[in-house]
């Protein structure tokens, strides 16, 4: 080996190195970044009074976003009610009984609806539900957010479905059980933990959507009133608030992140750490 | 489907005929083909019989069909994509690839190569699963059959403490034992295993081997093995297969002192295989 040859490759090895560390760093950094941006900026309004208070009319100071907080848990609530059995159902079709040239375009369905831009689902909502009621509603918006989880959740249940040994499913067969019996009572449940992670992960990601609630759910000032009713959520009350020309209302929008990224975060945590024990996969 | 189907046992070698004790045939292979769709077949007309309340041994070089063979026995060939079989495997005067597979593999159990107990469940669930997988759900009939089940496999005295625990802590050997107890609980009338000590220490290999001369008594036994000795051990009856042929069927000390094919006597004296 020449000594010189050796020693440019080392430093090249080195230089390489350190180019990948700066990238990783400048990936993980940027979520460290947001959090503790949005941290220092948000802690400053928030407090006890601003998550149990309705918004004060424009110009009086104060005021919280109860009807935010209550209205993303009811929206995003019935999204998942709708959209994860749906999800969960098909993703159940496409790895158990899916072969052919329907599970293929289903497969490609979804994946193509996971690139779909989420205000263009929020359009689609509007079409389909707002425009025939003729009313802004927490249903439409639910509605919207469904149609977004569906294809995240289907995706990975089926993923996770796949990382059933076909043993297990042989063994279960092999005993005289019924092929949906062997589904329902074997295969689900040990692809569970992860079914559910993924389920979870959809509910957070689309807790954080907003541009699809802009035209669906709109907004509202005060308590909602049942799901046919315009109705306030946090990401489009932020959006509200931030594009707003008022100072106080900028705080606000700025606590308001904060509470959601903190819901966000916590989801997210709670399903890969729940995740971990059953496989080592992580998605 | 047809009850008049003739189930009366094939002539055995010449020299065998005379020590046989009179038994039944639990199972009878006429005219097996299989193999898979757009493939060359693996089974080409396999006849055989298999004797009640004995132990018999199906060896052969790899690819020679044995697990296929096996895997039609209980249907288990049909769970793959674009398999297919073509024949008639008789059980109680029944062509079994007649019979709805849900209720052949009732009757007709396996165990697999590698030990495969549920992740989710804990071994006494392990045991009872394909009882509660079909509706029982008393617990006193479970736990009596859990208990009964553990013992036939040679497993209840290592665990009787730790039922609750899950299946997959148990060693390899005894994962193997639970899934012979589980595929015992529901009282098939045949078990099949496939290749089952393949995974296994001689040890455990060993425990195995004593239990199946065991439950003999009250059931009849296949197993496919690649290891000749173990054939020797466990076997009454050995069959021995040959690229999707059945060369020679019989009494297994017959086959390995005096066998009568030339293939035969090939394999087992070790000159391919």
Redesign the interface.
């Known amino acids: 080996m020449n000594e010189a040859h050796y020693a440019r490759r080392k430093k090249i090895n080195a230089l390489m190195f350190t180019l990948t560390a700066i990238c990783a760093a400048v990936a993980s950094g940027t979520l460290l970044a947001i959090l503790g941006y949005i941290a220092w900026k948000g802690a400053s309004s928030l407090n006890w009074d601003f998550l149990i208070h309705l918004p004060k009319p424009v110009g009086e100071k104060g005021g919280g976003i109860v009807n935010s907080i209550v209205g993303s848990a009811k929206v995003v609530g019935l999204a998942g009610l709708m959209g994860i059995p749906v999800g969960v159902l098909g993703g159940v079709y496409l790895a158990e009984y899916g ?1 052919g040239k329907y599970a293929f375009a289903v497969r490609y369905a979804a994946d193509v609806m996971n690139g779909v831009p989420s205000i263009v689902v929020g359009l689609f909502a509007y079409a389909l539900i707002v425009h025939p009621m003729k009313k802004f509603s927490a249903l439409s918006g639910s509605v919207a957010l469904a149609f977004i989880m569906i294809p995240i959740v289907l995706r990975n249940t089926e993923e996770f479905l796949r990382l059933v ?1 076909g ?12 092929r949906w ?2 589904t329902v ?2 295969i689900v ?2 692809a ?1 933990r992860g079914i559910l992670t993924g389920a979870l992960l959809a509910l957070a990601r689309v807790a954080g959507e907003t541009a699809p609630l802009i035209f669906t759910a709109f907004g509202n000032r005060f308590n909602d009133n049942g799901w046919l009713n315009p109705i306030a959520t946090l990401p489009h009350t932020i959006y509200t608030y931030a594009i707003s020309p008022y100072e106080d209302w900028h705080n606000q929008a700025w606590a308001a992140a904060l509470i959601l990224m903190a819901f966000v975060l916590l989801v997210n945590v709670t399903a890969r750490v729940w995740l971990r024990p059953s496989s080592g996969t992580s998605h | 489907m047809n009850p008049t189907m003739d189930m009366r046992p094939m002539p055995l070698p010449a020299e065998t005929a005379a020590p046989v004790k009179e038994t039944k045939i639990a199972m009878a292979v006429r005219g097996l083909k299989a193999g898979y769709a757009g493939g060359a077949p693996v089974l080409k007309g396999v006849n055989l019989d298999i004797r009640e309340n004995t132990v018999t041994a199906i060896i052969g070089p790899s690819g020679c069909g044995k697990s296929t063979l096996i895997r039609c026995l ?1 249907r ?1 060939h049909e ?1 793959i ?1 674009g398999a297919t079989a073509d024949g008639e495997i008789l059980i109680g005067g029944r062509n079994a690839l007649d019979l709805d597979p ?6 007709v ?2 165990v ?1 190569q ?1 030990p ?5 469940m804990s071994i006494a669930q392990n045991v009872a ?2 009882l509660v ?2 509706g029982v759900h008393d617990r006193a009939i479970l736990a009596e059959v859990v208990e009964k089940s553990l013992r036939r496999a040679a497993l209840w005295d290592e665990v009787k403490d730790k039922l609750d625990a899950p299946g997959v802590g148990l060693s390899g050997g005894q994962q193997q034992r639970l ?1 012979i107890a ?2 015992l609980a ?1 009282e098939p009338a045949v078990l099949l295993l496939d290749e089952p000590c393949s995974a296994l220490d001689p040890i455990a290999t060993a425990r195995i081997e004593e239990l199946l001369i065991q439950i003999k008594d009250q059931l009849t036994v296949v197993i496919v093995t690649h290891n000749m000795q173990q054939a020797a051990r466990v076997a009454e009856y050995t069959v021995f297969m040959l690229m999707g042929e059945m060369v020679e069927y019989g009494l297994t000390r017959q086959m390995f002192t005096k066998p009568s094919d030339k293939r035969t006597e090939d394999y087992i004296t070790g000159r391919f295989g």
């Open positions: 072969r040994p043993t297990i499913r042989e063994a279960a067969l092999a005993l005289g059980v019924p019996k062997v009572l074997v449940p040990t569970g | 209980n288990m769970a994509p849900v209720v052949l593999r009732r009757a159990g396996m697999f590698r495969n107990p549920f992740p989710t699963a394909g997988l079909n899934c589980r595929a529901v």
